[in-house]
């Protein structure tokens, strides 16, 4: 009877198992194909090359980064073109999963469910404590949106904000600029920022539509996606930054960082790069190296 009922559990494991892997491999559409090179194919970590693919997780959120189409079932968008041509430039296939929500980003990668993880992440000093980066795109620009109907004066300092309410989404940098910006609000003797976190994105921006918040605050391409299709949203606040560049994350010390740096460098030298970011028309914010780790702040 032991036997029977250890053989049922294990039977249910394995299913549960297979069942939960099916739902975390996400089709993708790619904007742009390329060619490998076998040179830089030679780069990657035996485990990964004996796999046959790399793990990439992300948080669908908004285009241009990352989205569902309208089949609700296929991600596209700037992160899912970028990783993919870096995997066929590599010659091995990459696996999406949906992380669930940006908190989760760095919780799986240091527990190596996903191998890299691209969804807009900041390189930060605090970060690179805990995960590694090879950055691909110049996020220095950052929005705020608001209606229409507000008629806010378009301004490009966080002082403007100073006693008012402004949304970001959680776990971003975007709630750390946010707080910092409150607090200086305060030594200028003005009120403070007062800080709503959303979960996500298009969380923050439905708030903004229904007025539950008058702003929120996030990365500039993404927003004036949201402005240009709805259309009760104006981009109020143009605010640059001295950012480190939005990267592709990796656990500490892995060894695909190398290669997925050179893949990088390959694409931004031979222009398919510049295409992808042109494509989804953020060309403004491409970067002329893909740098790796502490020379990503120097």
């Given at each position: 009877m032991k036997?029977?009922?250890?053989?049922?559990?294990?039977?249910?494991?394995?299913?549960?198992?297979g069942a939960l892997a099916a739902e975390q491999a996400v089709p993708t559409d790619s904007s742009l194909h390329v060619q490998a090179d076998a040179a830089l194919t030679k780069l990657l970590p035996a485990d990964i090359a004996k796999r046959g693919f790399i793990v990439a997780g992300t948080n669908p959120n908004t285009p241009p980064t990352t989205f569902y189409k309208e089949d609700?079932?296929?991600?596209?968008?700037?992160?899912?073109?970028?990783?993919?041509?870096?995997g066929e430039r590599l010659g091995i296939q990459v696996q999406w999963r949906d992380t669930g929500g940006f908190d989760n980003i760095i919780p799986g990668l240091k527990s190596g469910r996903y191998d890299?993880?691209?969804?807009?992440?900041?390189?930060?000093?605090?970060?690179?404590?805990?995960?590694?980066?090879?950055?691909?795109?110049?996020?220095?620009?950052?929005?705020?949106?608001?209606?229409k109907s507000a008629n806010v004066t378009p301004f490009t300092r966080f002082d403007a904000v100073c006693g008012k309410e402004v949304g970001a989404g959680s776990g971003t940098t975007q709630v750390t600029r946010l707080e910092e910006a409150s607090k200086a609000c305060v030594s200028a003797g003005k009120p403070p920022i007062k800080v709503s976190v959303f979960p996500d994105r298009p969380a923050g921006v439905q708030a903004v539509v229904s007025g539950r918040v008058p702003m929120f605050f996030g990365p500039y391409e993404g927003l004036l996606w949201q402005v240009k299709v709805i259309k009760p949203l104006a981009l109020s606040g143009e605010i640059s930054v001295n950012d480190a560049p939005v990267s592709v994350a990796f656990p500490k010390d892995s060894a695909l960082e190398p290669a997925v740096q050179a893949a990088l460098n390959s694409l931004i030298k031979d222009g398919s790069y510049q295409k992808i970011l042109d494509h989804w028309g953020i060309g403004f914010g491409a970067v002329k190296t893909a740098k790796r780790n502490q020379e990503i702040f120097q």
């Open positions: 036997r029977i009922r250890s053989l049922m559990l294990l039977a249910l494991a394995l299913s549960t198992h609700n079932k296929t991600l596209a968008g700037r992160e899912i073109d970028i990783m993919n041509a870096v890299v993880a691209l969804s807009n992440v900041n390189a930060t000093p605090a970060r690179a404590k805990i995960i590694d980066f090879v950055s691909y795109y110049d996020a220095s620009r950052l929005g705020i949106i608001s209606l």
